[in-house]
């Protein structure tokens, strides 16, 4: 069993500090001293409260440093997984960007800080029901839409980032396909399910190209368990 199911079933902390104070702990204490250093990330971390993107019986979870379990089969990425991806995928002033598996909306509302137009997409309606909420209240510029995960969102291609939220066993051709020329795709790449590690995939002149980052662990998103057409 995953690491994060364990908040299921943590004591209640004796002494839950304001939602401020948490945080500031969080980047502080999580995220600046591991090589983060974008400042529109770290400035949204301080501000966006990360427990109006948590259904109500999780909000006292919101800051630990770790996977939250949102289901049998998702999860809310740890902060430092969140804020590593969207640095990686280092968003440029209105770019067009396509969030695969938004989940509850949390990354999303970080990328859209950055000054991008950004296209959400989540086909699990209970997440997407408290993304919707959360992104009303805080991002209300994202284009938050349902559909299959593994489909992309190729009506509203071509894409200059898509960030897969989420690790996955290969990222298929079909959404390789939706970026635009020069173009990236980041996600959490885990072949066979085994160590996760963080890509960058360009579309390039000739074809994709990818290029492997850091390491990371976080659960396979279910839609992409299978590997199919372009694996690497």
Known sequence: M?????????????????????????????????????????????????????????AEFAYIDDDIPLSDDRVMLKPLI???????????????????????????????SCDVSVVALEEDDTLRAVAQTALGRHAPVVNLLSGK?????????????????????????????????????????????GPGKAVVVEQGTSGPVWVESFDCMTRLLPQFRAAPAFSF
């Open 2 to 58: 995953d690491s994060a199911a364990s908040v299921y079933s943590a004591a209640p902390m004796e002494f839950q500090p304001p939602p401020t104070d948490a945080r500031a702990v969080m980047v502080d204490g999580q995220i600046r001293p591991n090589r983060v250093t974008d400042p529109r990330i770290l400035t949204a971390m301080r501000h966006l409260p990360r427990e109006h993107f948590l259904p109500r019986h999780l």
């Open 82 to 112: 969140t804020a590593r991806l969207l640095q990686l995928a280092a968003p440029v002033a209105q770019e067009r960007c396509l969030v695969i598996g938004a989940g509850t909306g949390y990354g999303t509302a970080i990328l859209a």
């Open 149 to 193: 995960l593994e489909a992309g969102c190729p009506d509203h291609a071509p894409w200059d980032l898509i960030l897969i939220e989420g690790a996955v066993a290969s990222i298929p051709e079909t959404i390789v396909s939706q970026l635009r020329k020069n173009g990236r795709l980041v996600t959490v790449l885990r072949p066979d399910g």
